[in-house]
T-cell receptor
Framework: DAMVIQNPRYQVTQFGKPVTLSCSQT?????MYWYQQKSSQAPKLLFHYYDKDFNNEADTPDNFQSRRPNTSFCFLDIRSPGLGDAAMYLC????????????FGPGTRLTVL | DAKTTQPPSMDCAEGRAANLPCNHS???????VYWYRQIHSQGPQYIIH?????ETNEMASLIITEDRKSSTLILPHATLRDTAVYYC???????????WGLGTSLAVNP
């Protein structure tokens, strides 16, 4: 049973061309996260939502934006992708702050040409 | 910055127990220790977590030292499918964010 779904699994974009990555969760979780993971590195938190409240990490570039139109869906928008933005982007959800587990999607691998 | 340190890589024979150590000497009293793993090109998968007491579930056991400065994840009978990067993570108290380290790449060999 799919719980956190990310589309597409692989995305190719051109330098400077806006791109949107999609995440949905069937768990009715309040919290959703976006992480960036570069090769051989740990996931790096970009931002998270608690319900509709958006929380940006201090070092997340302005080039990265997010939208959460409803509980189930969350989008990551990269306004002008650079070569350094090529990475795996992971979405995760969590029922509440004080519950135990973040559930991760399979990730979207972004290539910037 | 990560509050945990782990060896970069380990090997284990199939069918044997895999014991993955983690140091977290600066962890606060209310911070949980979490373990996730990531199989190549997949999203991380939750394994187990604990605060003070040892924990066991269907996947693994977590042994936390009494002073909470270190812990060990035990996979009792490792299989080839357990080959992955294992992350030991401290969960910060206020907003429950996971602070990820570099993890241990576990290779289970036939």
């Amino acid at each position: 049973d799919a719980m956190v779904i990310q589309n597409p699994r692989y995305q190719v974009t051109q330098f400077g061309k806006p791109v949107t990555l999609s995440c949905s969760q069937t768990l009715n979780h309040n919290v959703m996260y976006w992480y960036q993971q570069k090769s051989s590195q740990a996931p790096k938190l970009l931002f998270h939502y608690y319900d509709k409240d958006f929380n940006n990490e201090a070092d997340t570039p302005d080039n990265f934006q997010s939208r959460r139109p409803n509980t189930s869906f969350c989008f990551l928008d990269i306004r002008s992708p650079g070569l350094g933005d090529a990475a795996m982007y992971l979405c995760a959800s969590q029922r509440e702050w004080d519950t135990d587990t973040q559930y991760f999607g399979p990730g979207t691998r972004l290539t910037v040409l | 910055d990560a509050k945990t340190t782990q060896p970069p890589s380990m090997d284990c024979a199939e069918g044997r127990a895999a014991n993955l150590p983690c140091n977290h000497s600066t962890i606060s009293g209310n911070e949980y220790v979490y373990w996730y793993r990531q199989i190549h090109s997949q999203g991380p998968q939750y394994i187990i977590h604990g605060l003070k007491n040892n924990e066991t579930n269907e996947m693994a056991s977590l042994i936390i030292t009494e002073d909470r400065k270190s812990s060990t994840l035990i996979l009792p009978h490792a299989t080839l499918r357990d080959t992955a990067v294992y992350y030991c993570i401290a969960q910060t108290g206020n907003n429950r964010k996971l602070i990820w380290g570099l993890g241990t790449s576990l290779a289970v060999n036939p």
